[in-house]
């Protein structure tokens, strides 16, 4: 199993969970709820275990 990591919007508060190369990647996270971009360290919640 790939390990996934948890994130919150900071926009609307979605949370959802995304594979765990975009933790370390230097892509921009998109919510999935209201389609913001933002950085990953600009979360306003993360949760790195690592099963869903
Ligand atoms: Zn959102």
Redesign the pocket.
Known sequence: MERIFWVE??????RWYADWQMRTAKHDMV??????EFPVDEAAWIDERDRP
């Open positions: 919007c900071p926009n609307c508060s979605t919510c999935p709820h209201c389609s913001k």
